[in-house]
């Protein structure tokens, strides 16, 4: 089955090739996410633009129950344009999935994962927070916090205080291997 496709267009004479073409390509948007209801294309031509590769846009926009996702790529031609933006809304796709059907390796859901837990013993609620810890904070600079981080063995995060800002930091592990560092402020 194969989701919705709407086809606008714009001082382009939308011709049966290019409606069948649009329909095939932007047809099964679907395939790559369940979740999308319908699909919507614009084909525009602009004369006024400065550069001939600018003149033809196309633009898709998906819809899906909770999220819409868009792209707009610019060509010398119409359906070289769609191309491009068809192309670029398929990497948008693959990185929403990414995020939002990947995120947890168990397949529960953030509410699932949130929902209490009930003691089998007692019938109580189980409280959400399982453990709590205390630790003290030595100051230091955001230079020791690492060296610190890494002898520790957290992998993650460390908290620490800043010595050169007198506030609470946390220093985190990005993917590429390099460091972030959080400064709460009070709202």
């Given at each position: 089955m194969s989701n919705k496709v709407e086809v606008q267009t714009r001082n382009i004479r939308l011709t049966e090739k290019i409606e069948e073409y649009v329909n095939k390509k932007a047809g099964n948007f679907d395939h790559y996410l369940p979740a999308i209801e319908e699909a919507r294309v614009e084909l525009a031509h602009h004369k006024a633009a400065r550069n001939a590769t600018d003149r033809n846009v196309a633009q898709i926009t998906v819809y899906g129950k909770g999220f819409t996702l868009r792209t707009e790529e610019r060509a010398d031609e119409a359906l070289a344009a769609f191309d491009q933006a068809l192309d670029n809304m398929q990497r948008q796709i693959e990185r929403y999935k990414g995020k939002h059907q990947h995120g947890r390796g168990d397949g529960r859901s953030a509410a699932?994962?949130?929902?209490?837990?009930?003691?089998?013993?007692?019938?109580?609620?189980?409280?959400?927070?399982?453990?709590?810890?205390?630790?003290?904070?030595?100051?230091m600079s955001e230079d020791e916090a690492v060296v610190q981080m890494r002898n520790l063995g957290h992998d993650n995060f460390f908290i620490f205080y800043n010595a050169d800002t007198s506030k609470i930091n946390v220093l985190y592990s990005r993917r590429n291997g390099s460091y972030g560092l959080i400064e709460p402020e009070l709202g």
């Open positions: 699932e994962a949130a929902e209490p837990i009930i003691d089998d013993e007692t019938g109580e609620l189980s409280p959400l927070v399982a453990r709590k810890k205390k630790f003290i904070l030595y100051p």
